[in-house]
Protein backbone atom coordinates (compact mmCIF):
# COMPACT_ATOMS: atom_id res chain seq x y z
CA UNK A 1 0.00 0.00 0.00
CA UNK A 2 2.70 2.74 0.13
CA UNK A 3 4.23 1.90 -2.73
CA UNK A 4 0.90 2.76 -4.79
CA UNK A 5 0.07 6.22 -2.46
CA UNK A 6 2.41 8.30 -4.80
CA UNK A 7 0.82 6.70 -7.94
CA UNK A 8 -2.48 7.88 -6.45
CA UNK A 9 -1.56 11.32 -6.11
CA UNK A 10 -0.06 11.21 -8.93
CA UNK A 11 -3.35 10.25 -10.28
CA UNK A 12 -5.16 12.69 -8.40
CA UNK A 13 -3.65 15.28 -8.53
CA UNK A 14 -4.81 15.84 -12.34
CA UNK A 15 -8.09 15.12 -11.67
CA UNK A 16 -8.21 18.25 -8.71
CA UNK A 17 -6.58 20.05 -11.48
CA UNK A 18 -9.37 19.80 -14.12
CA UNK A 19 -12.04 20.45 -10.91
CA UNK A 20 -10.23 23.24 -9.60
CA UNK A 21 -8.36 25.34 -13.22
CA UNK A 22 -11.39 25.34 -15.10
CA UNK A 23 -11.24 28.53 -17.64
CA UNK A 24 -13.51 30.95 -15.55
CA UNK A 25 -16.60 31.97 -17.13
CA UNK A 26 -17.18 35.61 -18.06
CA UNK A 27 -19.41 36.25 -14.94
CA UNK A 28 -16.95 34.73 -12.28
CA UNK A 29 -13.91 36.71 -14.38
CA UNK A 30 -16.13 39.63 -13.35
CA UNK A 31 -17.10 38.65 -10.06
CA UNK A 32 -12.93 37.59 -9.52
CA UNK A 33 -12.03 41.00 -10.97
CA UNK A 34 -14.46 42.73 -8.56
CA UNK A 35 -13.28 41.13 -5.38
CA UNK A 36 -9.54 42.06 -6.61
CA UNK A 37 -10.75 45.41 -6.90
CA UNK A 38 -12.31 46.04 -3.61
CA UNK A 39 -9.09 43.88 -1.90
CA UNK A 40 -6.94 46.66 -3.27
CA UNK A 41 -9.26 49.69 -2.21
CA UNK A 42 -9.13 47.75 1.21
CA UNK A 43 -5.26 47.75 0.96
CA UNK A 44 -4.77 50.88 0.42
CA UNK A 45 -6.70 52.49 3.51
CA UNK A 46 -5.09 50.01 5.51
CA UNK A 47 -1.96 51.33 4.74
CA UNK A 48 -3.19 54.69 5.34
CA UNK A 49 -4.25 53.80 8.49
CA UNK A 50 -0.48 51.67 9.16
CA UNK A 51 1.50 55.27 7.93
CA UNK A 52 -1.09 57.55 10.55
CA UNK A 53 -0.17 55.22 13.89
CA UNK A 54 3.46 55.45 12.47
CA UNK A 55 2.92 59.12 12.35
CA UNK A 56 1.24 59.11 15.88
CA UNK A 57 3.82 56.94 17.30
CA UNK A 58 6.47 59.65 16.11
CA UNK A 59 4.23 62.41 17.27
CA UNK A 60 3.50 61.11 20.89
CA UNK A 61 7.10 59.86 21.72
CA UNK A 62 8.22 63.47 20.45
CA UNK A 63 5.73 65.08 22.50
CA UNK A 64 4.43 67.02 20.24
CA UNK A 65 0.62 67.13 21.34
CA UNK A 66 -0.72 69.04 18.46
CA UNK A 67 0.50 66.73 15.54
CA UNK A 68 -0.13 63.58 17.80
CA UNK A 69 -3.85 64.58 17.48
CA UNK A 70 -4.07 65.07 14.34
CA UNK A 71 -2.26 61.85 13.67
CA UNK A 72 -4.77 60.08 15.66
CA UNK A 73 -8.03 61.55 14.19
CA UNK A 74 -6.22 60.78 10.70
CA UNK A 75 -5.23 57.17 11.86
CA UNK A 76 -9.43 56.54 13.17
CA UNK A 77 -10.67 57.57 9.88
CA UNK A 78 -8.72 55.24 8.12
CA UNK A 79 -9.83 52.49 10.46
CA UNK A 80 -13.50 53.84 9.46
CA UNK A 81 -13.02 53.10 5.79
CA UNK A 82 -12.43 49.89 6.55
CA UNK A 83 -14.49 48.73 9.38
CA UNK A 84 -17.13 47.24 7.56
CA UNK A 85 -14.60 44.49 6.94
CA UNK A 86 -12.45 44.42 9.83
CA UNK A 87 -16.00 44.31 11.90
CA UNK A 88 -17.40 41.51 10.06
CA UNK A 89 -14.90 39.17 8.98
CA UNK A 90 -12.20 39.58 12.24
CA UNK A 91 -14.25 40.94 15.20
CA UNK A 92 -11.54 39.94 17.42
CA UNK A 93 -9.30 42.49 15.56
CA UNK A 94 -11.87 45.16 16.12
CA UNK A 95 -12.10 44.96 19.64
CA UNK A 96 -8.27 44.85 19.98
CA UNK A 97 -8.17 47.88 17.24
CA UNK A 98 -11.09 50.18 18.14
CA UNK A 99 -12.87 47.97 21.40
CA UNK A 100 -14.35 49.98 24.05
CA UNK A 101 -12.16 51.08 26.75
CA UNK A 102 -13.31 48.67 29.15
CA UNK A 103 -11.40 45.13 30.75
CA UNK A 104 -12.66 42.60 29.02
CA UNK A 105 -13.61 38.71 30.26
CA UNK A 106 -10.98 36.26 29.08
CA UNK A 107 -10.88 32.88 30.49
CA UNK A 108 -7.31 32.00 29.37
CA UNK A 109 -5.89 35.27 31.19
CA UNK A 110 -4.45 35.12 34.67
CA UNK A 111 -6.93 36.55 36.45
CA UNK A 112 -10.12 36.22 34.19
CA UNK A 113 -9.94 39.77 32.55
CA UNK A 114 -7.86 41.58 29.69
CA UNK A 115 -7.13 45.07 29.83
CA UNK A 116 -8.75 47.41 27.66
CA UNK A 117 -7.03 47.95 24.28
CA UNK A 118 -6.68 50.16 21.10
CA UNK A 119 -7.67 53.54 19.80
CA UNK A 120 -10.23 54.47 22.66
CA UNK A 121 -8.03 53.89 25.16
CA UNK A 122 -5.45 56.33 23.05
CA UNK A 123 -8.13 58.60 22.75
CA UNK A 124 -8.43 59.05 26.07
CA UNK A 125 -4.64 60.20 27.35
CA UNK A 126 -4.79 62.57 23.91
CA UNK A 127 -7.67 64.35 24.39
CA UNK A 128 -9.27 66.60 25.25
CA UNK A 129 -5.79 67.40 26.95
CA UNK A 130 -2.72 65.07 26.47
CA UNK A 131 -1.96 63.15 29.53
CA UNK A 132 1.55 63.56 31.24
CA UNK A 133 2.51 59.90 30.93
CA UNK A 134 -0.03 59.73 27.24
CA UNK A 135 3.34 58.97 25.98
CA UNK A 136 4.07 55.67 27.32
CA UNK A 137 0.23 54.46 26.74
CA UNK A 138 0.69 55.47 23.05
CA UNK A 139 3.58 53.29 22.51
CA UNK A 140 2.43 50.39 24.74
CA UNK A 141 -1.21 50.67 22.68
CA UNK A 142 0.51 50.61 19.35
CA UNK A 143 2.85 47.87 20.04
CA UNK A 144 -0.08 45.72 21.11
CA UNK A 145 -1.78 46.35 18.23
CA UNK A 146 0.90 46.02 15.10
CA UNK A 147 0.46 42.01 15.38
CA UNK A 148 -3.49 42.35 14.56
CA UNK A 149 -2.94 45.13 11.55
CA UNK A 150 -0.25 42.73 10.13
CA UNK A 151 -2.99 39.74 10.59
CA UNK A 152 -5.36 42.65 8.53
CA UNK A 153 -3.44 42.84 5.39
CA UNK A 154 -2.93 38.96 5.43
CA UNK A 155 -6.78 38.61 5.85
CA UNK A 156 -8.58 37.49 2.14
CA UNK A 157 -12.11 35.94 2.25
CA UNK A 158 -12.82 33.02 0.78
CA UNK A 159 -15.77 30.57 -0.05
CA UNK A 160 -18.60 30.67 -2.82
CA UNK A 161 -20.57 33.64 -0.95
CA UNK A 162 -17.92 35.81 -0.54
CA UNK A 163 -19.69 38.61 -2.43
CA UNK A 164 -22.95 37.88 -0.34
CA UNK A 165 -21.02 38.25 2.51
CA UNK A 166 -19.75 41.42 1.28
CA UNK A 167 -22.84 43.14 0.41
CA UNK A 168 -23.52 42.14 3.99
CA UNK A 169 -20.74 43.67 5.41
CA UNK A 170 -21.50 46.67 3.91
CA UNK A 171 -25.27 46.45 4.90
CA UNK A 172 -24.76 46.30 8.46
CA UNK A 173 -21.79 49.40 8.49
CA UNK A 174 -24.84 51.30 7.49
CA UNK A 175 -26.62 49.95 10.59
CA UNK A 176 -23.48 50.49 12.81
CA UNK A 177 -23.35 53.82 11.14
CA UNK A 178 -27.16 54.56 12.27
CA UNK A 179 -26.59 53.34 15.64
CA UNK A 180 -23.79 53.66 17.69
CA UNK A 181 -21.99 56.22 14.92
CA UNK A 182 -24.37 58.57 14.98
CA UNK A 183 -24.43 58.11 18.93
CA UNK A 184 -20.58 58.73 18.79
CA UNK A 185 -19.94 55.29 21.12
CA UNK A 186 -16.34 55.18 20.28
CA UNK A 187 -16.01 58.98 19.98
CA UNK A 188 -16.85 59.74 23.36
CA UNK A 189 -14.10 62.16 24.02
CA UNK A 190 -13.48 63.61 20.48
CA UNK A 191 -16.95 64.09 20.11
CA UNK A 192 -15.57 63.16 16.14
CA UNK A 193 -18.82 60.49 15.84
CA UNK A 194 -20.68 62.75 13.02
CA UNK A 195 -17.52 63.05 10.76
CA UNK A 196 -16.50 59.50 11.31
CA UNK A 197 -19.41 58.31 10.29
CA UNK A 198 -18.66 59.72 7.08
CA UNK A 199 -15.82 58.16 6.83
CA UNK A 200 -17.33 55.12 7.37
CA UNK A 201 -19.61 55.77 4.61
CA UNK A 202 -16.71 56.27 2.18
CA UNK A 203 -15.60 53.20 2.47
CA UNK A 204 -18.99 51.26 2.08
CA UNK A 205 -18.90 53.68 -1.06
CA UNK A 206 -15.71 52.92 -2.19
CA UNK A 207 -16.10 48.68 -1.73
CA UNK A 208 -19.24 49.15 -3.78
CA UNK A 209 -17.81 51.05 -6.81
CA UNK A 210 -15.47 47.53 -7.02
CA UNK A 211 -18.49 46.44 -8.97
CA UNK A 212 -19.24 49.43 -11.13
CA UNK A 213 -17.37 48.52 -14.12
CA UNK A 214 -20.23 46.09 -15.55
CA UNK A 215 -21.50 46.41 -18.82
CA UNK A 216 -24.99 45.53 -17.49
CA UNK A 217 -27.28 49.18 -17.98
CA UNK A 218 -29.56 48.26 -14.79
CA UNK A 219 -26.42 47.56 -12.47
CA UNK A 220 -25.12 50.77 -13.92
CA UNK A 221 -28.38 52.70 -13.12
CA UNK A 222 -28.71 51.45 -9.64
CA UNK A 223 -25.11 51.72 -8.87
CA UNK A 224 -25.41 55.38 -10.20
CA UNK A 225 -28.45 55.53 -7.86
CA UNK A 226 -26.71 54.57 -4.74
CA UNK A 227 -23.48 56.37 -5.58
CA UNK A 228 -25.55 59.62 -5.54
CA UNK A 229 -27.38 58.42 -2.48
CA UNK A 230 -24.26 57.75 -0.01
CA UNK A 231 -22.41 60.96 -1.74
CA UNK A 232 -24.70 62.96 -0.36
CA UNK A 233 -24.94 61.30 3.13
CA UNK A 234 -21.37 61.77 3.15
CA UNK A 235 -22.02 66.03 2.40
CA UNK A 236 -24.67 65.99 4.94
CA UNK A 237 -22.25 64.56 7.60
CA UNK A 238 -19.56 66.61 6.76
CA UNK A 239 -21.37 69.65 6.24
CA UNK A 240 -23.02 69.54 9.74
CA UNK A 241 -20.40 67.87 12.12
CA UNK A 242 -21.47 69.63 15.55
CA UNK A 243 -22.23 66.30 17.41
CA UNK A 244 -24.40 68.35 19.45
CA UNK A 245 -26.82 69.92 17.09
CA UNK A 246 -26.78 67.65 14.51
CA UNK A 247 -30.42 66.30 13.02
CA UNK A 248 -30.07 62.64 13.02
CA UNK A 249 -33.92 61.40 13.00
CA UNK A 250 -33.61 63.85 9.67
CA UNK A 251 -30.51 62.21 8.17
CA UNK A 252 -31.80 58.35 9.46
CA UNK A 253 -35.09 59.31 6.94
CA UNK A 254 -33.30 61.27 4.27
CA UNK A 255 -30.16 59.04 3.66
CA UNK A 256 -29.96 55.88 5.74
CA UNK A 257 -33.27 54.78 4.77
CA UNK A 258 -32.42 55.02 1.02
CA UNK A 259 -28.84 54.37 0.88
CA UNK A 260 -30.67 51.06 2.47
CA UNK A 261 -32.94 50.68 -0.04
CA UNK A 262 -30.43 51.45 -2.94
CA UNK A 263 -27.91 48.98 -1.62
CA UNK A 264 -30.49 46.00 -2.17
CA UNK A 265 -31.18 47.33 -5.57
CA UNK A 266 -27.70 47.28 -6.58
CA UNK A 267 -27.00 43.92 -4.77
CA UNK A 268 -29.93 41.99 -7.08
CA UNK A 269 -29.01 43.72 -10.23
CA UNK A 270 -25.80 42.09 -9.58
CA UNK A 271 -27.65 38.86 -8.97
CA UNK A 272 -26.09 38.51 -5.69
CA UNK A 273 -27.50 36.23 -3.18
CA UNK A 274 -28.50 37.53 0.33
CA UNK A 275 -27.38 35.80 3.35
CA UNK A 276 -29.81 33.51 4.49
CA UNK A 277 -27.86 32.83 8.20
CA UNK A 278 -29.85 32.68 10.94
CA UNK A 279 -29.53 36.11 12.88
CA UNK A 280 -31.45 38.52 14.65
CA UNK A 281 -31.54 41.32 12.13
CA UNK A 282 -33.99 39.77 9.53
CA UNK A 283 -32.25 39.38 5.99
CA UNK A 284 -35.34 40.55 4.25
CA UNK A 285 -35.28 44.55 4.96
CA UNK A 286 -33.09 46.60 3.98
CA UNK A 287 -32.40 48.93 7.33
CA UNK A 288 -32.26 47.88 10.88
CA UNK A 289 -35.14 50.37 11.81
CA UNK A 290 -37.66 48.35 8.96
CA UNK A 291 -40.71 47.21 10.25
CA UNK A 292 -39.97 43.34 10.57
CA UNK A 293 -36.23 44.08 10.51
CA UNK A 294 -36.08 42.44 14.42
CA UNK A 295 -37.21 38.76 14.33
CA UNK A 296 -38.78 38.32 17.45
CA UNK A 297 -38.27 34.20 17.36
CA UNK A 298 -34.21 34.63 17.01
CA UNK A 299 -33.77 34.08 20.50
CA UNK A 300 -36.68 30.69 21.09
CA UNK A 301 -35.82 27.80 21.54
CA UNK A 302 -36.15 24.79 19.18
CA UNK A 303 -39.31 23.88 20.91
CA UNK A 304 -41.38 26.97 20.70
CA UNK A 305 -45.11 26.82 19.69
CA UNK A 306 -46.47 29.28 16.87
CA UNK A 307 -49.95 27.72 17.27
CA UNK A 308 -52.54 30.59 17.89
CA UNK A 309 -54.05 28.72 20.78
CA UNK A 310 -50.83 28.54 22.15
CA UNK A 311 -50.51 32.34 22.19
CA UNK A 312 -54.30 32.69 23.74
CA UNK A 313 -53.38 29.88 26.00
CA UNK A 314 -50.47 31.94 27.27
CA UNK A 315 -52.44 35.14 27.98
CA UNK A 316 -55.16 33.52 29.99
CA UNK A 317 -52.08 31.61 32.06
CA UNK A 318 -50.77 35.45 32.34
CA UNK A 319 -53.53 36.92 34.20
CA UNK A 320 -54.58 34.03 35.79
CA UNK A 321 -53.57 34.02 39.53
CA UNK A 322 -53.86 30.46 39.65
CA UNK A 323 -49.89 30.75 38.94
CA UNK A 324 -49.21 32.28 42.63
CA UNK A 325 -49.03 30.02 45.32
CA UNK A 326 -51.63 32.56 47.26
CA UNK A 327 -53.70 32.89 44.27
CA UNK A 328 -53.63 36.75 44.68
CA UNK A 329 -51.24 37.78 42.03
CA UNK A 330 -49.88 36.86 38.11
CA UNK A 331 -47.48 38.08 35.98
CA UNK A 332 -50.06 40.95 35.34
CA UNK A 333 -49.72 42.23 38.50
CA UNK A 334 -46.64 44.08 37.83
CA UNK A 335 -46.60 43.66 33.47
CA UNK A 336 -49.75 46.25 33.58
CA UNK A 337 -50.96 46.41 29.61
CA UNK A 338 -51.71 49.55 30.68
CA UNK A 339 -48.53 50.73 31.64
CA UNK A 340 -46.69 49.52 28.57
CA UNK A 341 -46.05 45.96 30.52
CA UNK A 342 -44.64 47.55 33.86
CA UNK A 343 -45.80 48.93 36.98
CA UNK A 344 -45.13 52.39 36.78
CA UNK A 345 -42.91 52.42 40.09
CA UNK A 346 -39.29 53.33 40.96
CA UNK A 347 -39.45 49.28 42.62
CA UNK A 348 -41.48 46.81 42.53
CA UNK A 349 -43.42 46.28 45.63
CA UNK A 350 -42.56 41.98 46.60
CA UNK A 351 -43.12 40.01 49.13
CA UNK A 352 -41.16 39.44 52.27
CA UNK A 353 -37.51 37.71 51.99
CA UNK A 354 -34.33 38.01 50.74
CA UNK A 355 -33.17 39.26 47.30
CA UNK A 356 -32.04 42.47 45.25
CA UNK A 357 -35.28 44.71 44.34
CA UNK A 358 -35.47 46.46 41.00
CA UNK A 359 -37.47 47.86 38.96
CA UNK A 360 -40.06 45.65 36.66
CA UNK A 361 -39.23 46.40 32.78
CA UNK A 362 -41.16 46.51 30.28
CA UNK A 363 -41.87 43.00 28.53
CA UNK A 364 -42.47 44.66 25.15
CA UNK A 365 -39.16 43.66 23.78
CA UNK A 366 -38.00 40.88 25.96
CA UNK A 367 -38.08 38.54 22.71
CA UNK A 368 -35.14 40.31 21.47
CA UNK A 369 -33.22 40.30 24.87
CA UNK A 370 -30.43 37.11 24.37
CA UNK A 371 -30.51 36.75 28.25
CA UNK A 372 -32.98 37.29 30.92
CA UNK A 373 -32.31 39.02 34.42
CA UNK A 374 -29.49 41.33 35.37
CA UNK A 375 -27.25 38.44 35.78
CA UNK A 376 -28.32 36.55 33.04
CA UNK A 377 -29.11 33.24 34.53
CA UNK A 378 -31.84 32.75 32.13
CA UNK A 379 -30.98 32.41 28.27
CA UNK A 380 -34.63 31.92 27.29
CA UNK A 381 -38.35 33.09 28.11
CA UNK A 382 -39.29 30.14 29.34
CA UNK A 383 -36.38 29.34 31.89
CA UNK A 384 -37.25 32.42 33.41
CA UNK A 385 -40.59 31.63 33.85
CA UNK A 386 -39.32 29.00 36.06
CA UNK A 387 -37.57 30.89 37.74
CA UNK A 388 -40.26 33.60 38.24
CA UNK A 389 -42.08 30.64 39.52
CA UNK A 390 -40.55 29.66 42.24
CA UNK A 391 -38.82 32.45 43.85
CA UNK A 392 -40.42 32.76 47.48
CA UNK A 393 -41.03 36.99 47.21
CA UNK A 394 -43.22 36.91 43.47
CA UNK A 395 -45.31 33.52 42.56
CA UNK A 396 -43.87 31.54 45.58
CA UNK A 397 -44.87 28.18 43.62
CA UNK A 398 -42.84 25.87 41.65
CA UNK A 399 -43.60 25.48 38.30
CA UNK A 400 -44.35 21.88 38.98
CA UNK A 401 -47.16 22.70 41.74
CA UNK A 402 -48.58 25.39 39.70
CA UNK A 403 -49.21 21.99 37.03
CA UNK A 404 -50.62 19.63 39.40
CA UNK A 405 -52.87 23.02 40.61
CA UNK A 406 -53.61 23.50 37.09
CA UNK A 407 -54.53 20.05 36.17
CA UNK A 408 -57.52 20.63 38.55
CA UNK A 409 -59.30 22.86 36.31
CA UNK A 410 -61.29 20.67 33.39
CA UNK A 411 -61.26 24.24 31.65
CA UNK A 412 -57.25 24.67 31.49
CA UNK A 413 -56.60 21.34 30.90
CA UNK A 414 -59.19 21.23 27.93
CA UNK A 415 -57.35 24.07 26.51
CA UNK A 416 -53.95 22.39 26.69
CA UNK A 417 -55.00 19.46 24.92
CA UNK A 418 -56.41 21.33 22.14
CA UNK A 419 -53.79 23.87 21.96
CA UNK A 420 -51.00 20.91 22.02
CA UNK A 421 -53.00 18.29 20.32
CA UNK A 422 -52.65 15.75 23.07
CA UNK A 423 -55.14 14.02 25.83
CA UNK A 424 -54.25 13.23 29.17
CA UNK A 425 -51.96 13.59 31.56
CA UNK A 426 -48.85 14.54 28.99
CA UNK A 427 -51.12 17.49 27.53
CA UNK A 428 -50.45 19.70 30.81
CA UNK A 429 -46.63 19.19 31.92
CA UNK A 430 -44.37 21.80 33.38
CA UNK A 431 -42.41 22.59 29.76
CA UNK A 432 -45.71 23.47 27.88
CA UNK A 433 -46.70 25.54 30.30
CA UNK A 434 -43.17 27.84 29.94
CA UNK A 435 -44.24 27.21 26.05
CA UNK A 436 -47.39 28.79 26.78
CA UNK A 437 -46.36 32.22 28.45
CA UNK A 438 -43.29 32.60 26.42
CA UNK A 439 -45.74 32.53 23.45
CA UNK A 440 -47.69 34.99 24.97
CA UNK A 441 -44.89 37.40 25.86
CA UNK A 442 -43.01 36.88 22.38
CA UNK A 443 -46.54 37.99 20.39
CA UNK A 444 -46.36 41.32 22.08
CA UNK A 445 -45.40 43.70 19.21
CA UNK A 446 -42.60 46.06 19.84
CA UNK A 447 -41.15 48.74 17.55
CA UNK A 448 -44.50 50.29 17.17
CA UNK A 449 -44.15 53.25 18.71
CA UNK A 450 -44.07 56.79 17.53
CA UNK A 451 -40.70 56.98 17.34
CA UNK A 452 -40.88 53.70 14.90
CA UNK A 453 -43.65 55.18 12.58
CA UNK A 454 -41.14 58.35 12.51
CA UNK A 455 -37.53 56.83 11.70
CA UNK A 456 -40.00 54.61 8.54
CA UNK A 457 -40.45 58.01 7.17
CA UNK A 458 -42.98 59.69 8.78
CA UNK A 459 -42.06 62.14 10.93
CA UNK A 460 -44.78 64.11 11.73
CA UNK A 461 -45.18 61.77 14.32
CA UNK A 462 -42.66 63.02 16.28
CA UNK A 463 -43.38 66.81 17.87
CA UNK A 464 -40.37 69.16 17.34
CA UNK A 465 -39.72 68.72 21.34
CA UNK A 466 -39.65 65.19 20.70
CA UNK A 467 -37.07 65.34 17.95
CA UNK A 468 -35.01 67.57 20.02
CA UNK A 469 -35.31 64.56 22.40
CA UNK A 470 -34.13 62.34 20.06
CA UNK A 471 -31.05 64.57 19.02
CA UNK A 472 -30.33 64.79 22.78
CA UNK A 473 -30.51 61.34 24.08
CA UNK A 474 -28.35 60.09 20.63
CA UNK A 475 -26.31 62.88 21.16
CA UNK A 476 -25.05 65.58 24.43
CA UNK A 477 -26.88 63.07 26.70
CA UNK A 478 -24.33 60.35 25.56
CA UNK A 479 -27.49 58.13 26.27
CA UNK A 480 -27.06 56.17 23.42
CA UNK A 481 -24.09 55.05 24.03
CA UNK A 482 -25.48 52.31 26.41
CA UNK A 483 -29.23 52.69 25.05
CA UNK A 484 -29.09 51.65 21.87
CA UNK A 485 -31.77 52.08 18.82
CA UNK A 486 -33.35 50.16 17.43
CA UNK A 487 -34.35 48.65 20.64
CA UNK A 488 -33.17 51.24 23.23
CA UNK A 489 -31.07 48.64 25.18
CA UNK A 490 -27.48 46.87 25.30
CA UNK A 491 -28.95 43.28 23.96
CA UNK A 492 -30.64 43.08 20.07
CA UNK A 493 -28.69 46.44 18.69
CA UNK A 494 -28.20 47.68 15.53
CA UNK A 495 -24.44 46.36 15.93
CA UNK A 496 -25.01 43.65 13.50
CA UNK A 497 -21.38 43.46 12.15
CA UNK A 498 -20.24 42.05 15.58
CA UNK A 499 -21.64 38.42 15.09
CA UNK A 500 -19.55 36.58 13.04
CA UNK A 501 -20.19 35.92 9.53
CA UNK A 502 -20.49 32.22 9.36
CA UNK A 503 -23.29 32.37 10.91
CA UNK A 504 -22.89 31.20 15.14
CA UNK A 505 -25.69 32.08 17.17
CA UNK A 506 -24.05 34.72 18.89
CA UNK A 507 -26.48 37.59 20.21
CA UNK A 508 -25.87 41.12 18.87
CA UNK A 509 -23.97 41.87 21.77
CA UNK A 510 -24.14 45.97 21.78
CA UNK A 511 -23.24 45.08 25.79
CA UNK A 512 -20.40 47.86 26.27
CA UNK A 513 -22.30 50.32 28.49
CA UNK A 514 -20.28 52.22 30.67
CA UNK A 515 -20.88 50.48 34.29
CA UNK A 516 -19.05 47.92 36.17
CA UNK A 517 -20.92 45.40 38.03
CA UNK A 518 -19.29 45.52 41.78
CA UNK A 519 -22.06 43.34 43.20
CA UNK A 520 -19.47 40.66 43.61
CA UNK A 521 -16.46 41.34 45.66
CA UNK A 522 -12.81 40.09 43.94
CA UNK A 523 -15.17 39.16 40.71
CA UNK A 524 -15.20 42.02 38.39
CA UNK A 525 -18.01 41.79 35.33
CA UNK A 526 -19.02 44.52 32.68
CA UNK A 527 -22.26 45.03 31.00
CA UNK A 528 -24.55 47.39 29.87
CA UNK A 529 -27.07 49.59 31.78
CA UNK A 530 -29.91 47.38 33.58
CA UNK A 531 -32.81 47.02 32.22
CA UNK A 532 -32.63 47.26 27.95
CA UNK A 533 -36.06 48.53 27.39
CA UNK A 534 -35.65 51.55 29.81
CA UNK A 535 -36.83 53.99 27.38
CA UNK A 536 -40.37 53.02 27.24
CA UNK A 537 -40.43 52.05 31.12
CA UNK A 538 -38.81 55.21 31.94
CA UNK A 539 -42.05 56.86 29.99
CA UNK A 540 -44.30 55.07 32.62
CA UNK A 541 -42.10 55.71 35.55
CA UNK A 542 -40.39 59.07 35.44
CA UNK A 543 -40.06 58.50 39.43
CA UNK A 544 -36.89 56.38 38.27
CA UNK A 545 -33.46 58.25 38.99
CA UNK A 546 -31.30 55.62 37.15
CA UNK A 547 -31.97 57.30 33.32
CA UNK A 548 -34.10 59.29 31.61
CA UNK A 549 -35.37 62.56 31.70
CA UNK A 550 -34.64 62.80 35.34
CA UNK A 551 -31.25 61.72 35.27
CA UNK A 552 -29.87 64.15 32.44
CA UNK A 553 -32.19 67.05 33.84
CA UNK A 554 -29.42 66.93 36.62
CA UNK A 555 -26.81 67.31 33.92
CA UNK A 556 -28.04 69.16 31.13
CA UNK A 557 -30.43 72.62 31.16
CA UNK A 558 -32.42 71.21 28.02
CA UNK A 559 -32.95 67.85 29.15
CA UNK A 560 -37.07 68.19 28.47
CA UNK A 561 -37.03 67.47 25.39
CA UNK A 562 -35.25 64.04 26.29
CA UNK A 563 -38.03 63.01 28.64
CA UNK A 564 -40.98 63.64 26.05
CA UNK A 565 -38.50 61.65 23.63
CA UNK A 566 -38.52 58.61 26.07
CA UNK A 567 -42.36 59.23 26.32
CA UNK A 568 -42.84 59.18 22.58
CA UNK A 569 -41.40 55.64 22.54
CA UNK A 570 -44.37 53.94 24.37
CA UNK A 571 -47.07 55.66 22.19
CA UNK A 572 -48.43 53.75 19.44
CA UNK A 573 -51.93 54.97 18.72
CA UNK A 574 -52.51 55.47 15.23
CA UNK A 575 -52.67 59.29 13.80
CA UNK A 576 -54.35 60.56 10.77
CA UNK A 577 -52.53 63.85 10.13
CA UNK A 578 -52.55 65.38 6.94
CA UNK A 579 -48.81 65.17 5.70
CA UNK A 580 -47.09 68.11 5.09
CA UNK A 581 -44.96 68.87 2.60
CA UNK A 582 -41.74 68.44 3.70
CA UNK A 583 -42.07 65.23 5.48
CA UNK A 584 -39.78 66.24 8.34
CA UNK A 585 -41.51 69.52 8.76
CA UNK A 586 -41.52 70.02 12.90
CA UNK A 587 -45.21 70.05 14.26
CA UNK A 588 -45.97 72.94 16.70
CA UNK A 589 -45.97 71.13 19.97
CA UNK A 590 -49.56 72.29 21.02
CA UNK A 591 -51.22 70.72 17.64
CA UNK A 592 -49.63 67.63 19.07
CA UNK A 593 -51.71 67.05 22.58
CA UNK A 594 -52.08 63.61 23.38
CA UNK A 595 -54.65 61.71 25.62
CA UNK A 596 -53.66 58.74 27.90
CA UNK A 597 -55.98 55.53 27.33
CA UNK A 598 -54.72 53.76 30.67
CA UNK A 599 -57.83 51.38 29.69
CA UNK A 600 -55.75 49.58 27.11
CA UNK A 601 -52.72 48.77 26.03
CA UNK A 602 -50.98 51.77 24.69
CA UNK A 603 -52.05 52.08 21.31
CA UNK A 604 -51.39 49.19 19.10
CA UNK A 605 -51.98 45.22 18.16
CA UNK A 606 -50.70 43.23 20.48
CA UNK A 607 -50.99 39.57 19.39
CA UNK A 608 -54.14 39.40 20.87
CA UNK A 609 -57.09 42.26 20.15
CA UNK A 610 -55.89 45.21 21.27
CA UNK A 611 -58.90 47.13 21.63
CA UNK A 612 -59.99 44.80 24.66
CA UNK A 613 -59.36 46.14 27.93
CA UNK A 614 -57.54 43.48 29.42
CA UNK A 615 -58.65 41.52 32.46
CA UNK A 616 -58.05 43.34 35.80
CA UNK A 617 -54.41 42.07 37.49
CA UNK A 618 -54.55 40.72 41.63
CA UNK A 619 -53.89 44.10 43.61
CA UNK A 620 -51.16 42.27 45.81
CA UNK A 621 -47.28 44.31 45.38
CA UNK A 622 -45.73 43.94 41.70
CA UNK A 623 -43.42 41.24 41.23
CA UNK A 624 -39.45 41.41 41.83
CA UNK A 625 -37.78 42.03 38.64
CA UNK A 626 -39.53 40.04 35.97
CA UNK A 627 -37.40 41.77 33.61
CA UNK A 628 -34.63 41.39 30.90
CA UNK A 629 -31.03 41.89 31.05
CA UNK A 630 -29.34 43.44 28.00
CA UNK A 631 -26.69 41.62 25.84
CA UNK A 632 -22.74 41.57 27.68
CA UNK A 633 -19.81 39.48 27.54
CA UNK A 634 -20.83 35.90 28.93
CA UNK A 635 -19.62 35.23 32.26
CA UNK A 636 -20.61 32.19 34.90
CA UNK A 637 -24.08 32.40 35.28
CA UNK A 638 -24.83 32.50 39.62
CA UNK A 639 -28.48 30.57 40.12
CA UNK A 640 -27.92 30.39 43.77
CA UNK A 641 -28.25 34.98 43.22
CA UNK A 642 -31.72 35.85 44.63
CA UNK A 643 -30.89 39.23 42.88
CA UNK A 644 -32.83 39.88 39.96
Known sequence: MPRALPLLLLLAIPVGG?????????????TISAQERVRAIYLRDLGTLEAAIARLTDAANAHRDQAAQRAFRQARAAYKRIEYRVAYEMPEAEVEINGAPLPRVNEYASDGVLPPAGLQVIEAVLFPEPAAAGDSVVASQIKLMRPTLARLRKQRTSGVDRDAWLFDALRQELARVSTLGLAGFDATITGDGILESAEALRGVR?????????????VRTRWAELDRRLGAAIAALEGNPDFDRFDRLGFLVRHAAPIGRALTDYQSALSVARIQRPHTWSGETSTIFDAGAIDPLYYA???LSRDPRVVALGRRLFFSPALSAGGTRACATCDQPGRAFTDGRRLARTDPGPGRVRNTPTLLHASVQPFQFADQRSWSLEDQVA????????MNQPIGAAVARLRQDTAVAREFAAAFGETGPRALIERRLQLSIAAFVRSLPGFASW??????????ALTASERGGFDLFM???ACATCHFPPVFGGGASADAARVRARGDRRALPGGHGRRQDRSRPGRRRFRSCHGPPACVQDAVAPKRGAHGAVHAQRRLPDAGGCGRFLRSRRRRRNRHRAAESDPLARAAPAERAREARPDRVPGGAHGHDAGRTEPAA???????????????????????RSEG
Open 206 to 218: EAAAGYEPDANPT
Open 475 to 477: GKA
Open 618 to 640: PRSGARLHCGHAPAAPRHPRHPE
Open 387 to 394: VVMANPRE
Open 451 to 460: FDRAVQGDTT
Open 301 to 303: PSD
Open 18 to 30: LLVQRPPTAARAA
